[in-house]
């Protein structure tokens, strides 16, 4: 059974720190990875999507994935009260990477 | 603007009735449809999956008479949630994605809850 393992936290930082998500899966074939964050009471919003080894970057947000070790982070700079979210790793396989599994989830208070 | 429109987005509603929840892809054609499940401070859960014209695959524990899936159309996915009972009350959340465009997206949500 695919598993996407995550700490569900709460991680805490303050204001202008470095947040770092972290979140590790089972199946070794899947091909595409991505970051949702979702506020509560909302449904998940796409942040980042990664599908090589290395890192990608966009804006405030670095997605990490490293396959060999299986193993996708989410770092975020310069954190702002209004990153306070959960943010699911999701992972994909299949054709599309349509199939997605997700995480439990781990949710991130930035404090002012 | 979204470009899947999902409704309604919050529906309340006696034990032992149906409820019937939309969800339109605007931009493109959705050939697969997912619909989640996500009880309070828990992970999306997935419910089923539906191609458009085929019937629904629904995940082990989910009771296809009762969480009804169609998916008639290329942007038109129901899930009616049938003779509903307080513990149906979720959020539910669709998923539409299509494989020639390599996009999916998910709906809005909607909170049943059931009294």
């Known amino acids: 059974q695919k598993e996407v393992e995550q700490n569900s936290g709460p991680l805490s930082v303050p204001e202008g720190a470095i947040a770092s998500l972290n979140c590790t899966y089972s199946d070794r074939v899947s091909q595409s990875f991505f970051w949702y964050r979702q506020y509560s009471g909302k449904s998940p919003e796409l942040i980042m999507s990664i599908y090589s080894n290395g890192d990608k970057e966009d804006g405030r947000f670095t997605a990490q994935l490293n396959k060999a070790s299986q193993y996708v982070s989410l770092l975020i700079r310069d954190s702002q009260p209004s990153d306070s979210a959960t943010y699911l790793c999701?992972?994909?396989?299949?054709?599309?990477?349509?199939?997605?599994?997700f995480g439990k989830g781990t949710k991130l208070s930035v404090i002012p | 603007g979204a470009v899947v429109s999902q409704h309604p987005s919050w529906v309340i509603c006696k034990s032992g009735t149906s409820v019937k929840i939309e969800c339109r892809s605007l931009?493109?054609?959705?050939?697969?449809m997912f619909w989640y499940r996500q009880f309070p401070k828990q992970s999306l859960m997935l419910m089923a999956t539906?191609?458009?014209?085929?019937?629904?695959?629904?995940e082990q524990g989910v009771e296809k008479d009762k969480f009804l899936i169609n998916h008639a159309s290329l942007t038109l996915s129901t899930l009616t949630v049938t003779s509903a009972h307080p513990e149906d009350s979720s959020f539910y959340i669709c998923r539409a994605g299509s494989v020639a465009k390599n996009i999916q997206y998910f709906g809005a949500g909607t909170r049943l809850s059931v009294l």
């Open positions: 931009d493109f054609q959705a050939t697969t």
């Open positions: 999701a992972v994909g396989s299949g054709a599309g990477s349509y199939q997605l599994t």
């Open positions: 539906s191609n458009e014209g085929s019937k629904a695959t629904y």
